[in-house]
């Protein structure tokens, strides 16, 4: 099996990539040094290496590099900067809802996806839409306040 050059758009940047089949996108992303994309399980169960792939939130682990040629990737260092923080970025660490922060960089891609769908959910909702997403530390109501919180903001 010979290698594939496949175009990755991250964070607005393109790269070419020459890549093998069995390649997954977790690894192509870490390879070319997005290392907030975090490697957890790589099964699937723990949301750690979340990235919105064409908007959508999605396991970057069980994504193959080939299936993203083309599509647009973000991560979370795509949503904002320690400058100018998103919203979200900015909520969680106003409530503590970082500790360890492993798991921080898959929450705040799931919880784009949630905010960009629904923009003021419920408390029922966000839970839902963080279930994916594991975290050892905070006990998850932080969490659930950070995203209230910034989905407030984001209304003002
Ligand atoms: S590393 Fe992908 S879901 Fe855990
Ligand atoms: S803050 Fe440590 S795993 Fe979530």
Not at 95 to 105: D, E, K, L, M, R
Request: contains cysteine; charged residues 20%.
């Amino acid at each position: 099996m010979q290698p594939k050059v496949i175009t990755l758009k991250v964070n607005g940047r393109r790269h070419a990539v020459a890549s093998m089949p069995n390649v997954t996108l977790l690894y192509a992303l870490r390879d070319l040094g997005y290392t907030d994309v975090k490697n957890g399980c790589e099964k699937g169960d723990c949301g750690a290496c979340a990235v919105l792939l064409n908007g959508k939130a999605v396991n970057s682990c069980l994504v193959l590099a080939w299936q993203a040629d083309g599509a647009e990737i973000v991560t979370n260092a795509g949503l904002g900067t320690l400058d100018r923080p998103h919203p979200l970025q900015a909520a969680f660490a106003d409530t503590g809802a970082i500790q360890c922060g492993y798991c921080t960089p898959g929450m705040l891609i799931s919880a784009k996806a949630l905010l960009d769908a629904t923009p003021h959910p419920s408390d029922g909702e966000i839970r839902e839409a963080l279930s994916g997403n594991l975290c050892r530390c905070t006990g998850y109501d932080h969490i659930i306040e950070a995203v209230q919180l910034a989905a407030e903001r984001m209304g003002e």
